[in-house]
């Protein structure tokens, strides 16, 4: 059912999206984990060549190996056109973003008539502050995320999938891999379980099925593999070993402990609106005695592992639901449609004008006013002239006692580039009766900067 021609309400819905999307542009600063990627897609803007010489470098003691650099690969050709400063930086992932939400778009309304599932998916994920969040600087999940979906979708939106899709689905899941590497595991037990599901359905050659999905996985990762066994003497996958599977499955907390349910808690705090939509929903449809549908159980499934995955290796972070949000986005935004009053319905097209008037005067608000929010990582980014200034280009010291120091660390190193930032264990050997810059703590939303000769 289409209230008014469908092309005015999709393309009030993308404007509404670009503008909750880029509303705080201006306002949301690079920190932490996202101050780190930046980095690295600044570093090889500026110096290309030094990826045929070692890998990425995120301190002077090591190179970064948490995770493959397929986001870096992808994100610095966009920003090398937009500039590596703080907006151009994230224009990376507002594509990622966007993209995201044509797929949520499209998937929602492949069986229906109406344009309305689609929408309101869109906006069920779009609404969602965490998965925001991961819009608002350069992050890992949301690329991996699309990659997968863009997988599962290849081997859904037809009734019975070509062959060949099953090569391409496992090539984008193994470019997932290689986005953000082992956590995307779960993605890939669920995907293999999806398989086997279409092969018997669909009575297809098992061997051959298989054989094109692990060829198309396997494609992007051997690549990889002997990109660093090429150029860096395989100094990346011997250092990733021994971080993900030593350091992370093996180490001292998940030894005394099998599971730790942290991540269900953040999960069911986090999402615990959209949880019921989707309860609600599955429990009408099997009372109707219809399909659940393969993506209602990829996403289950998906969901299972997920939660199996980080609740064993003792993580609770909020970026690792990333994949849950987009996924079950999709499944609410059909039940919100299919299953709401009749009544409700018909005032869609009236809550949309209003939506759009409400977020455009969000996004001006925005736009147009200074951002002075009272946070640490405002207060780094607002030292940045101070720091800029050649007689203050001076080595800077953390302290120990600072506030989240290795995300203080971080963040000072993307906002204060013409200073090199030290801890104290690096600067009592390097720096030692030197004139520095010292932090010590302050609050919460702020510390001392002080210059003295450093006497350890």
Same mark, same amino acid.
């Given at each position: 059912?289409?209230?008014?021609?469908?092309?005015?309400?999709?393309?009030?819905?993308?404007?509404?999206?670009?503008?909750?999307?880029?509303?705080?542009?201006?306002?949301?600063?690079?920190?932490?984990?996202?101050?780190?990627?930046?980095?690295?897609?600044?570093?090889?803007?500026?110096?290309?060549?030094?990826?045929?010489?070692?890998?990425?470098?995120?301190?002077?003691?090591?190179?970064?190996?948490?995770?493959?650099?397929?986001?870096? @690969?992808?994100?610095?050709?966009?920003?090398?056109?937009?500039?590596?400063?703080?907006?151009?930086?994230?224009?990376?992932? @507002?594509?990622?973003?966007?993209?995201?939400?044509?797929?949520?778009?499209?998937?929602?309304? /492949?069986?229906?008539?109406?344009? !309305?599932?689609?929408?309101?998916?869109?906006?069920?994920?779009?609404?969602?502050?965490?998965?925001?969040?991961?819009?608002?600087?350069?992050?890992?999940?949301?690329?991996?995320?699309?990659?997968?979906?863009?997988?599962? @979708?290849?081997?859904?939106?037809?009734?019975?999938?070509?062959?060949?899709?099953?090569?391409?689905?496992?090539?984008?899941?193994?470019?997932?891999?290689? +986005?953000?590497?082992?956590?995307?595991?779960?993605?890939?037990?669920?995907?293999?379980?999806?398989?086997?599901?279409?092969?018997?359905?669909?009575?297809?050659?098992?061997?051959?099925?298989?054989?094109?999905?692990?060829?198309?996985?396997?494609?992007?990762?051997? #690549?990889?593999?002997?990109?660093?066994?090429?150029?860096?003497?395989?100094? !990346?996958?011997?250092?990733?070993?021994?971080?993900?599977?030593?350091?992370?499955?093996?180490? #001292?907390?998940?030894?005394?402990?099998?599971?730790?349910? =942290?991540?269900?808690?953040?999960?069911?705090?986090?999402?615990?609106? /959209?949880?019921?939509?989707?309860?609600?929903?599955?429990?009408?449809?099997?009372? /109707?005695?219809?399909?659940?549908?393969?993506?209602? !159980?990829?996403?289950?499934? @998906?969901? $299972?592992? =997920?939660? +199996?995955?980080?609740? $064993?290796?003792?993580?609770?972070?909020?970026?690792?639901?990333?994949?849950?949000?987009?996924?079950?986005?999709?499944? #609410?935004?059909?039940?919100?449609?299919?299953?709401?009053? #009749?009544?409700?319905?018909?005032?869609?097209?009236?809550?949309?004008?209003?939506?759009?008037?409400?977020?455009?005067?969000?996004?001006?608000?925005?736009? +147009?006013?200074?951002?002075?929010?009272?946070?640490?990582?405002?207060?780094?980014?607002?030292?940045?002239?101070?720091?800029?200034?050649?007689?203050?280009?001076?080595?800077?010291?953390?302290?120990?006692?600072?506030?989240?120091?290795?995300?203080?660390?971080?963040?000072?190193?993307?906002?204060?580039?013409?200073?090199?930032?030290?801890?104290? =264990?690096?600067?009592?050997?390097?720096?030692?009766?030197? +004139?520095?810059?010292?932090?010590?703590?302050?609050?919460?939303?702020?510390? =001392?900067?002080?210059?003295?000769?450093?006497?350890?």
């Amino acid at each position: 059912m289409n209230l008014i021609p469908k092309s005015h309400h999709t393309y009030v819905a993308a404007a509404v999206f670009f503008m909750i999307v880029t509303a705080q542009t201006l306002w949301s600063t690079i920190h932490g984990d996202g101050s780190v990627y930046a980095w690295m897609i600044r570093e090889i803007c500026n110096n290309p060549s030094s990826l045929l010489i070692h890998p990425l470098a995120w301190t002077r003691a090591g190179y970064f190996i948490d995770h493959p650099y397929f986001f870096f @690969y992808f994100a610095a050709p966009i920003s090398k056109i937009f500039g590596t400063g703080d907006v151009g930086i994230k224009i990376p992932n @507002y594509i990622v973003g966007f993209l995201s939400l044509w797929m949520v778009y499209k998937i929602a309304n /492949q069986s229906k008539s109406a344009i !309305w599932p689609g929408l309101l998916a869109g906006y069920v994920l779009i609404s969602n502050p965490l998965y925001e969040l991961m819009l608002k600087q350069p992050t890992l999940d949301p690329l991996a995320q699309l990659l997968s979906l863009v997988s599962i @979708y290849l081997l859904l939106n037809d009734e019975k999938p070509e062959a060949l899709k099953f090569f391409y689905s496992g090539l984008l899941m193994g470019l997932a891999f290689l +986005t953000k590497g082992l956590e995307l595991l779960p993605h890939l037990g669920a995907l293999f379980i999806l398989v086997c599901v279409l092969i018997k359905k669909h009575k297809m050659n098992p061997f051959k099925i298989l054989s094109l999905g692990l060829v198309g996985l396997a494609l992007p990762i051997l #690549a990889w593999f002997f990109y660093d066994r090429l150029f860096w003497n395989q100094t !990346w996958f011997n250092s990733y070993f021994d971080r993900q599977i030593k350091d992370r499955f093996f180490n #001292a907390e998940n030894t005394h402990t099998v599971i730790n349910l =942290n991540y269900i808690k953040n999960l069911v705090s986090k999402y615990f609106v /959209q949880m019921g939509i989707i309860i609600w929903g599955s429990i009408k449809l099997v009372k /109707q005695g219809r399909s659940l549908g393969l993506f209602w !159980w990829y996403t289950v499934i @998906y969901t $299972v592992f =997920n939660i +199996t995955a980080f609740s $064993v290796i003792k993580k609770d972070s909020s970026q690792h639901l990333t994949g849950i949000f987009l996924f079950s986005s999709i499944l #609410a935004g059909q039940y919100l449609y299919e299953f709401v009053p #009749a009544v409700s319905k018909k005032i869609l097209s009236i809550s949309h004008y209003v939506v759009a008037i409400a977020v455009f005067i969000m996004w001006g608000w925005f736009m +147009t006013h200074e951002n002075n929010k009272p946070d640490l990582w405002t207060f780094i980014k607002n030292q940045t002239e101070f720091f800029s200034q050649p007689e203050n280009q001076l080595p800077v010291v953390l302290a120990d006692d600072v506030d989240d120091i290795t995300g203080v660390y971080f963040t000072a190193q993307w906002y204060w580039r013409n200073n090199k930032i030290y801890f104290s =264990n690096e600067a009592k050997s390097l720096l030692s009766s030197q +004139t520095v810059f010292l932090i010590t703590k302050k609050d919460n939303n702020s510390f =001392n900067i002080e210059r003295t000769v450093y006497r350890p």
